[in-house]
């Protein structure tokens, strides 16, 4: 019975990565086609001044997919925008790669998409046309118009006919999928050598990013001690110090002084147990990243809905940048977004953690703004890990961030 839980459950993932795909196909028999006519208009010159449109047309199509392929396994890096110039274009290996790629995947793609959607409509439709055959004339068995349906017998034939096209899709949906995505896999990463230039580029940026990120984090605890702790430490040093004279000169009075000077003591206390948890949450170590997070959702003042699936605890670094994004986020939500409801979920896969928080309030974040965007971005491509922003003006706000899981 667990075996067949696990099928179903491999080809509901399947049914949704070949929606994916059919649309990003779609999108490339467009390119596809957008592309051969250019191409043909340039054969007798009029097509120049629109190549390089069609060349970033393709890209762009080319990225959607990276995204799409990147989320449900090993992340493909985008090779950034088409160079200028159509001759360096053409000779371009990523802009090479993508133009087969378009090809190829208009034609694998759309078929292996319509294949993969059509088995569970299929399956819907027939299961269930024993139960609303009378409602069709005999001669027009849904999808079988050479089969004539005289009575309960002949529809529950097509019911059987339904349980199979269930079962095909249960068992060939997964292999559909991975079918759909082999071009993507196949064409879109960097080709053989520029890999390892494009690897340097990026952990050079990481570098950099770390380095910012740990400089950002140590003014920001700089200025919390001084702020905060050590003024409260400075005022309980002088109401100590005049507690000392009072107490030759007025009893009562060094009393009421003592009291002030504890509880300048305590609220300096209060701020430097703040200051640790912001360096790294001792909630995490007790109650694990599913525990911190409920805390946070507990008492944040939008309400929040949270969706943790993380089975196995990743490094502890990781599950702090973590828990960094998520309260940074939701007191972005709180001071700017005006939503009413937020959802934050929180996943393991393929050796990453997944976060998305999403809000339906007014949208149009800007991370150019100040609104704290900067740094969780910074925080989080320290790690070697990426963040994707979607806020239309109007909402909703959707953010997506991806951490490696280290051990």
Avoid: K
């Avoid at 079918?179 to 990481?206: I, N």
């Amino acid at each position: 019975m667990g075996y067949v839980r696990g099928r179903v459950r491999a080809s509901v993932a399947a049914l949704e990565h070949l929606v994916g795909g059919l649309g990003t196909a779609t999108l490339a028999l467009g390119a596809l086609l957008w592309a051969a006519i250019v191409a043909v208009a340039c054969l007798v010159g009029v097509g120049l001044l629109a190549a390089p449109g069609a060349l970033r047309a393709v890209r762009w199509v080319s990225d959607r997919e990276r995204a799409r392929l990147s989320r449900w396994g090993e992340p493909i890096p985008t090779p950034g925008p088409v160079p200028t110039g159509l001759r360096t274009a053409v000779h371009d290996p990523f802009v090479r790669r993508e133009l087969g790629w378009v090809a190829l995947y208009s034609l694998v793609g759309l078929v292996t998409g319509l294949v993969g959607v059509a088995l569970p409509l299929y399956a819907v439709q027939d299961g269930t046309f024993p139960l609303w055959y009378r409602l069709v004339p005999p001669d027009a068995a849904p999808g079988i118009v050479w089969w004539r349906i005289d009575g309960l017998s002949d529809a529950l034939w097509v019911g059987v006919l339904g349980v199979g096209c269930l079962a095909a899709a249960i068992w060939f949906s997964p292999v559909l999928a991975r079918l759909q995505a082999w071009p993507g896999r196949r064409l879109l990463p960097p080709p053989p050598g520029v890999d390892l230039s494009l690897r340097v580029a990026e952990l050079t940026a990481t570098r950099a990013a770390a380095l910012d990120a740990h400089a950002v984090e140590l003014r920001r605890i700089e200025r919390s001690l001084h702020d905060g702790t050590q003024n409260r430490l400075v005022a309980v040093n002088v109401l100590l110090g005049a507690a000392r004279r009072a107490v030759r000169r007025n009893p009562d009075r060094a009393d009421e002084i003592l009291g002030q000077a504890q509880d300048a003591a305590e609220q300096a206390l209060g701020e430097l147990r703040t200051v640790v948890r912001g360096i790294l949450p001792p909630v995490l170590d007790d109650r694990g990243l599913a525990g911190a997070l409920a805390g946070l959702a507990g008492s944040c003042a939008v309400p929040c809905r949270l969706e943790v699936d993380v089975a196995v605890r990743c490094a502890a670094s990781v599950e702090a940048t973590a828990y960094f994004v998520v309260a940074e986020a939701l007191t972005n939500v709180v001071r700017h977004s005006g939503a009413s409801r937020v959802d934050v979920a929180v996943r393991r896969e393929h050796g990453r953690l997944l976060v998305s928080i999403e809000d339906d309030g007014h949208g149009d974040a800007d991370e150019t703004r100040g609104s704290g965007l900067t740094g969780i971005r910074r925080r989080v491509e320290a790690y070697d890990g990426r963040m994707t922003l979607t806020s239309p003006p109007g909402g909703p706000t959707r953010m997506d961030v991806e951490l490696p899981c280290g051990s």
